[in-house]
C-alpha cells in the first residue's frame, strides 16, 4: 500500500483527496490527512477524501511516498519546518499554493537535500472553501502548473505531474517567477479588483437601496471578493510587486476608459472599443487562447481583428446612425443661433 500525505483538508487538499478516489489505478494508495481544524478533518474522512487521519503534522508524513501540502501560503513555511526531519529519504513533497517564488525558496531552505520538491498550484477553485464544498471534478481540464525545484528527480516530475493528469487536470511548466507574473494578471488582479467595487459600492450611503437592485451582473462581477481572506492576504504579502504591478496597470486602463466615456469627439473610437471587447471575449470563452496548440487548429475560432467583418451591418449601421445623430446636432445648433441672431 502506497502512502500519500494531504496536510490540510480544506477545499483544494480534500479535492485531491476525493479525485484521486475516483481516479482509475489508485485504489492501492491510502491518502492519510492532517488539519489544524479537527472539524475540517472529520469531514474530509466522513466525506472519504481522506482514508485516515493523522495525529500529527510529522507523523502523518512519516513513510509517506508523497506530501502534499495545502494550507494557506504563509502556512507553509511553518508546515516544512516541522516536518523536515520525519520525511523519509527519497520521499517526493509538493504544494498547492497560488504563489511559488517564495514557497520555492522556503522548500531550498527548509527542506533536507534527501527529499524531492516540486512546486505546483492547480489553476481551480472556487470562492467557496472547506471540505464541505469539495469536487472530485474540481481539476477537470484545469492547467495545473508545476515548478521543479533545481535538485528534483525526473521521476520526481514526473510523478507530480502524474497527480495533475490523474485528477484530469493538464500539466504546465513554468519557472516560479514566471508563473507569478501570469499569476498576478489572471488569478491575483481579479480578485482585489473585485473586492475593490465591492467595497467602493457597498460604502456608499445608497448601500440599502442598491443592494436591492444589485441583480446577477454585480455579484458575477464581485464573486472573487468572497475569496477567503486567508488566501488573499497572502497571495498579496508573498507576491507583493506583481500584484501591485497588476492593479497600477488597471489604473491606467480605468483612467483610458473614462478618457473615451468622457469625450464626445471619441464616442466611434469608444463603440469600436467595445465591439473588439466583444469579439475577444466571446473568442477566449469559446476556448481561443494566446497560442495555438494542436486541440484548437481548424477550430474556426475566431481572431482578433475581425470585428467589423463579424459583426457584420450591425457596427456599420450604429456608426452610420451616430454619424447621421451628430450631423443633425450640428444642424439643429446652427438654426437655433440663427433664430437667437447669433453666429
Excluded at 522548500?107 to 498550484?121: D, I, Q, T, Y
Excluded at 520526481?156 to 517567477?177: C, H, I, N, Q, Y
Excluded at 508573498?238 to 501591485?244: C, G, I, M, P
Excluded at 491606467?252 to 471575449?281: C, K, S, V, W
Aim: aromatic share 4%; glycine share 8%.
Amino acid at each position: 500500500m502506497t502512502q500519500l500525505a494531504i496536510l490540510g483538508t480544506g477545499l483544494i487538499g480534500a479535492s485531491i483527496g476525493l479525485g484521486l478516489k475516483a481516479a482509475e489505478g489508485t485504489e492501492d494508495i491510502e491518502i492519510v490527512g492532517f488539519d489544524t481544524s479537527r472539524e475540517r478533518e472529520r469531514e474530509a474522512e466522513r466525506r472519504k477524501a481522506i482514508d485516515r487521519r493523522g495525529s500529527s503534522l510529522r507523523q502523518t508524513v512519516q513513510g509517506a511516498a508523497l506530501v502534499v501540502i495545502s494550507t494557506p501560503v504563509l502556512a507553509t513555511r511553518e508546515v516544512m519546518e516541522e516536518i523536515a526531519s520525519s520525511l523519509t529519504v527519497g520521499t517526493i513533497v509538493t504544494d498547492t499554493c497560488s504563489t511559488k517564488a517564495q514557497v520555492m525558496s522556503w522548500a531550498e531552505e527548509l527542506l533536507p537535500n534527501s527529499v524531492n520538491f516540486v512546486g505546483s498550484h492547480p489553476m481551480a477553485g472556487k470562492t467557496e472553501f472547506g471540505p464541505a464544498a469539495a469536487e472530485a471534478t474540481l481539476f477537470q481540464d484545469a492547467r495545473w502548473v508545476v515548478v521543479p525545484s533545481r535538485s528534483a528527480s525526473s521521476d520526481a516530475v514526473e510523478t507530480v505531474s502524474g497527480l495533475a493528469t490523474a485528477l484530469g487536470a493538464k500539466p504546465m511548466f513554468m519557472d516560479a517567477a514566471e508563473h507569478d507574473a501570469y499569476a498576478a494578471a489572471i488569478s491575483h488582479l481579479p480578485m482585489f479588483a473585485a473586492s475593490a467595487i465591492f467595497r467602493l459600492v457597498r460604502d456608499s450611503e445608497a448601500w440599502p437601496e442598491l443592494s436591492l437592485l444589485a441583480a446577477s451582473g454585480f455579484k458575477d462581477t464581485t464573486r472573487l471578493a468572497g475569496t477567503d481572506e486567508l488566501m488573499s492576504h497572502d497571495i498579496a504579502v508573498t507576491n507583493r510587486d506583481q500584484v501591485v504591478h497588476w492593479l497600477q496597470r488597471l489604473r491606467g486602463a480605468i483612467y483610458d476608459l473614462e478618457d473615451m466615456i468622457t469625450d464626445p469627439d471619441r464616442d466611434e473610437e469608444f463603440l469600436r472599443h467595445l465591439a473588439q471587447l466583444n469579439i475577444d471575449h466571446i473568442a477566449f470563452h469559446d476556448g481561443q487562447i494566446g497560442r495555438v496548440e494542436i486541440d484548437q487548429k481548424g477550430s474556426g475560432i475566431p481572431v482578433p481583428g475581425m470585428t467589423d467583418m463579424l459583426l457584420g451591418g450591425a457596427l456599420s449601421e450604429r456608426l452610420r446612425q451616430m454619424t447621421e445623430d451628430s450631423a443633425d446636432v450640428d444642424e439643429k445648433t446652427r438654426q437655433r443661433r440663427r433664430l437667437f441672431g447669433r453666429r
